[in-house]
């Protein structure tokens, strides 16, 4: 890391500390040189907790013109600033303040680092004279994020506060995405430093590699004698920006692609092409040939073996950090390499070989035969309370293609994965993998923002973000509302209101023939909504839903819809594989169900 000032005049007195000071053309707060950092970055938002702690770096993100978005818990913070980054791409930046706030945080950070999800958290530290004398805290607190991130430190001197902050840029955003902390002594924010001569300088950003032309023709050869080829796509393929090769792929040559977390959209979800895993992972099996992009072989993709997938299968993983690669399962092509350049490099090795399309992929569209049938035959009618189906096909009826969509809970989730359609990158937003729930409020908070800063940028109108959670996922941070309504941040909200935590009611049901502690009785969630200044409104009847959908679409605040739906249709789900769309694999089943595959 490089010096990047010649000389910095002393802290102010204690006495004066929060005195803001008149400082000359030459002279710049700590403040100042992040705000200017960040800016330089191409980050225009940023998400924090109020307070006394960042007054000099508020006041200067304030001047330079980001947008501060209020928030009321700091794992709210830094889950706004993961879907900042999921939706644009950039580094999201979140402050929040050591001691109290670090604990807090901790569920945001870990949910960014699983996602792998570049956030920058700004922690700002009590003045470095208050630590030992005053401080009731006496512990190291960066100990609790560094086992959750991708790097944690403290800065050591004003002077090298742009140093930290570019270095904590490339450690977020180079190789495998995730959270950094950097720690602030407080101090530093509202020390002035001179002559800052490097503060306008370029960030160094690092060149992904890659493949290995031996790779490349491999993978291609296997692809070219495939019969019934298949590609997994995930977050891995988001991030590195895949998604047109892997459409030019997938078109070229009638290849399905199945989208996970940020993989969904990268292959529009039109039940032709392409597939959202959730739905079509039935049919995995029926593929010889499987293509991991920037996916990783964990349990929601039973681990990459039978009897999820064929075991005689042959697979080629692309995947920027090499220890993912053969996890559970062994690879014929290994490679590690940046996605977007190893998929085109495949597409133009196939096309210099003037390698012919294979057939519709009838073969995937039968295997999800017998499912799509079935679902379609479920939650219909206008009589009755309203089904979660009959929430998702209203919510699809309204989507547009470029929509981004949040998802929240765990009951809900499973119904609407049935029916929902991504149709565009960066269109899917969940609490995947970690699964911590009510982490998408502050998600749907941090892709408005998101949408909003892109849209300004090229003059478009923002992104429209609809949000759907749970009546259990939204107890956890209705808070955040606030802040979308004091941002003029749009952020359309449809809860399934089943008056319980449903996957642990029914789930007690069919053990034990009775519910414990499950329930919540029937609570009101559009008075949160009205209480924050949103648009909000109940609805009971399925005949009213898509009305009630309209008026929140058009209202020009955030607004909450609390769908009212049936306390019994998770009965089904636990009974019935056809309607199960997250499905949960046991290793040792599935290693046995391998070994046997193996070797018959």
Known sequence: ?????????????????????????????????????????????????????????????????????????????????????????????????????????????????????????????????????????DHDALALARPITKWARTVHSAERLREYVETAYRQATTGRPGPVVLQVPQEFLAQTVQNVEELDAPVTRAIRPGPSADAVTAAADLIAKAKRPMVVAGSGAMWAGAGPAL???????????????????LVPEDDALGWSWPLAQVAAKEADVVLWVGARMTQRLGYGMAPRFSADAKFIQIDIAGEEIGRNRAVEVPIVADAAQTVAAIVAELKSRNTKSKPAPKWLTDALHDRLSFMATVGLGDDGPIHPYRLARELMARMPANAIYVGDGADVQNWVHAILRI?????????????????????????????????????EVPRPVFHVTGDGAFGFYPSEYNGAVLAGLKITTFISNDGAW???????????????????????????????????????????????????????????????????????????????????????????????????
Not at 69 to 94: C, F, L, M, Q, W
Not at 259 to 265: I, K, L, S, V, Y
Not at 550 to 563: E, G, H, K, N
Not at 564 to 579: C, F, H, I, W, Y
């Open 423 to 459: 149709k565009s990158e960066r269109g899917f937003l969940d609490h995947y993998p970690l699964g911590s729930m009510g982490i998408g409020t502050p998600l749907a908070l941090g892709a408005a923002a998101g949408a909003r800063e892109m849209a300004k940028e090229t003059g």
């Open 1 to 137: 890391m490089a010096r990047q000032t010649k000389k910095s005049q002393k802290t102010p007195k204690a006495d004066t500390f929060w005195k803001k000071e008149e400082h000359g053309s030459n002279e710049i707060t700590g403040g100042m040189v992040i705000s200017r950092t960040l800016k330089n970055m191409g980050i225009n938002s940023v998400f924090s907790l109020a307070g006394a702690s960042h007054t000099y770096l508020l006041d200067a993100l304030d001047k330079d013109d980001f947008a501060i978005i209020s928030n009321r818990h700091e794992t709210a913070a830094v889950a706004a600033a993961d879907g900042y980054a999921r939706v644009t791409g950039k580094p999201g930046v979140a402050l929040i303040i050591s001691d109290q706030g670090l604990p807090n945080a901790v569920s945001g950070i870990l949910t960014a680092h699983e996602a792998c999800s570049p956030v920058i958290v700004i922690v700002a530290r009590l003045p470095t004279n208050w630590i030992q004398p005053q401080s009731e805290v």
């Open 247 to 265: 459409r030019e792929l997938s078109s070229s040559w009638n290849i399905p692609v199945l989208g996970n977390a940020g993989g969904r959209g």
């Open 502 to 600: 449903g996957t642990e009611k029914h789930g007690q049901l069919q053990v034990m023939d009775r519910q414990v502690n499950t329930l919540f009785g029937d609570v009101h969630y559009d008075l949160i909504g009205k209480a924050f200044g949103c648009h909000a409104e109940r609805v009971t009847d399925p005949k009213a839903l898509g009305a009630a959908m309209d008026r929140a679409l058009a209202s020009d605040r955030a607004a909450i819809v609390d769908v009212v739906t049936d306390p019994d249709a998770g009965k089904l789900r636990k009974e019935d594989p056809r309607v199960q769309t997250i499905a949960f694999s046991d290793l040792v089943a599935s290693r046995k169900s391998q070994f046997k595959a193996e070797v018959a």
